[in-house]
């Protein structure tokens, strides 16, 4: 009888089990719009980057049910691989309506709706700057100063209240999916000091979605004024191989400039590279350039046209370069000042202000 009533157990167990792990998913397009009249739709981890299920539509809907590992970040879309975006939510155990009519609205459980109020507050501050936008176009550049400044104030004030719901989102959701969301998607305007304080606790920080916040958070802390270089090690034109710290950390300033030969603004800029290693060179001053090229020949041709005499360093991988990686760069020009002590000083310091800067240090 015990082992009877111990095999039933666990038998409702699994099934508890598998019931918390049950999905439903529906959606309607009642909007007009024929391209959204799809075929097929699919429900997309974000997490996991894969299609987890797929329906197409009968008698106008198209629903989704199945067992998975949940809670999860997902989206409806038109493809498999993740593009063409309807909608995104917190997938769970309570069945979720996704509808657009004259929005996209999405209905379930409590966290998705605080997560689509998030959402809307940004969508709707969104449209409010593109109506700033058109309303500055009719000048055809002709603004007067009082129109700008007004324009430019109501956009701040638009962009302070979609930072204001990022945050205030974030942080009152401790508990749930909804910040891996948000935070993987703005990483770059809540800025490293929040990101940083708000995963320290955060339950779901080891989300696969927020291992890429966690590289950003990283390269960001090495970037960061009074921090240590961190070395690494590239080729140089001839194959030869050469350390960041064979130049800095040896008693002089020394600017790590990132660039690429396909890049107009770099080209653009290294005229103002060129002349302040041609002033200060002679007093202890040194450039070191990363490439993010990965053609060898364009890359070389290049530091030809533009006379850069100063050591030049790539590994020919573009943007996966692993300086670059390792600093997270995703953006060029990009520069980094380190001081004589092997500390950062400065960073993405250009034309006038990096002239600047440099004869300040040599005066």
């Known amino acids: 009888m015990k082992k009877f009533v111990l095999g039933l157990f666990l038998m409702l167990g699994a099934h508890a089990a598998?019931?918390?792990?049950?999905?439903?998913?529906?959606?309607?397009?009642?909007?007009?719009?024929?391209?959204?009249?799809?075929?097929?739709?699919?429900?997309?981890?974000?997490e996991d980057k894969m299609a987890i299920d797929s329906a197409q539509c009968v008698n106008g809907v198209y629903t989704m049910e199945g067992t998975t590992d949940l809670p999860k970040l997902a989206s409806v879309c038109g493809t498999a691989n993740g593009y063409n975006v309807v909608a995104a939510f917190v997938l769970d155990n309570e069945p979720i309506k996704v509808t657009v009519d004259k929005g996209i609205q999405v209905t379930g459980s409590e966290v998705n709706a605080r997560m689509q109020a998030?959402?809307?507050?940004?969508?709707?501050?969104?449209?409010?700057?593109?109506?700033?936008?058109?309303?500055?176009?009719?000048?055809?550049?002709q603004m007067p100063d009082s129109v700008a400044k007004r324009l430019d104030a109501e956009w701040m004030a638009i962009t302070d209240r979609q930072i204001k719901a990022l945050k205030d989102g974030i942080t009152n959701n401790k508990d749930n999916l909804i910040p891996a969301y948000f935070v993987f998607n703005y990483m770059e305007v809540l800025g490293v000091d929040f990101i940083d304080n708000f995963l320290k606790d955060y339950k779901y920080k080891n989300d696969p979605l927020l291992a890429s916040v966690f590289k950003m958070l990283e390269g960001e802390k090495r970037k960061a004024e009074g921090a240590l270089f961190t070395d690494f090690e590239l080729p140089d034109m001839d194959g030869n191989m050469h350390k960041l710290s064979d130049y800095a950390g040896k008693g002089n300033y020394v600017l790590l400039d990132f660039w690429a030969s396909w890049c107009g603004p770099c080209r653009q800029e290294m005229p103002n590279v060129k002349a302040v290693y041609d002033r200060f060179h002679s007093k202890g001053f040194e450039i070191v350039g990363v490439s993010l090229d990965n053609n060898k020949k364009a890359w070389t041709d290049a530091v030809a046209k533009m006379q850069m005499t100063w050591p030049q360093l790539s590994d020919l991988k573009a943007w996966k370069?692993?300086?670059?990686?390792?600093?997270?760069?995703?953006?060029?020009?990009?520069?980094?000042?380190?001081?004589?002590?092997?500390?950062?000083?400065?960073?993405?310091?250009?034309?006038?202000?990096?002239?600047?800067?440099?004869?300040?240090?040599?005066?």
């Open 18 to 46: 598998v019931a918390q792990n049950t999905y439903k998913v529906t959606f309607e397009n009642k909007s007009g719009n024929k391209n959204l009249d799809l075929k097929t739709v699919y429900l997309f981890s974000i």
């Open 118 to 141: 998030i959402t809307k507050t940004i969508e709707d501050g969104g449209r409010a700057q593109r109506e700033l936008q058109m309303e500055a176009a009719k000048y055809n550049g």
């Open 321 to 363: 370069s692993s300086a670059a990686q390792l600093y997270y760069v995703k953006s060029i020009p990009a520069t980094l000042l380190i001081g004589p002590d092997g500390k950062i000083v400065a960073s993405n310091l250009r034309g006038e202000e990096l002239i600047k800067k440099i004869e300040e240090l040599y005066q």
